[in-house]
């Protein structure tokens, strides 16, 4: 069992940068591929950036590249999403997702555990 908690989340204006951090438990973080989503009030979870578990291999919606980028501390059990030049269409609660095996996933169901979410909002 994994458990995820995120962090970093607030409200900033358009063009301001954020960093959510994810901080998991156990002991075998650096088997785990992660991922970022965010929800939308009235709209589907949507994939925002994944990360293999050695770090290799990274993809991106295509709504976020180029702006955000995901990184993770093995040592740490952290994952990271450094999110620049903002936008109000970004403002969504966004979770931190990991699966116990793989390189990286964009599908929500391929993930096996959930973090809580932080808000993020983006004023205009």
């Known amino acids: 069992q994994v458990q995820l908690v995120e962090s970093g989340g607030g409200l900033v204006q358009a063009g301001a940068s954020l960093r959510l951090s994810c901080v998991a438990s156990?002991?075998?973080?650096?088997?785990?591929?992660m991922g970022w989503f965010r929800q939308a009030p009235g709209k589907d979870r949507e994939f925002v950036a994944a990360?293999?578990?050695?770090?290799?291999?990274?993809y991106y919606g295509d709504s976020v590249k180029g702006r955000f980028t995901i990184s993770r501390d093995n040592a740490k059990n952290t994952v990271t999403l450094q999110m620049n030049s903002l936008k109000p269409e970004d403002t969504a609660v966004y979770y931190c997702a990991a699966r116990q095996t793989g390189n990286t996933y964009i599908w929500a169901y391929q993930y096996d555990y959930w973090g809580q979410g932080t808000q993020v909002t983006v004023s205009s």
């Open positions: 156990g002991r075998t973080f650096n088997n785990y591929a």
């Open positions: 990360i293999s578990y050695n770090a290799v291999t990274t």
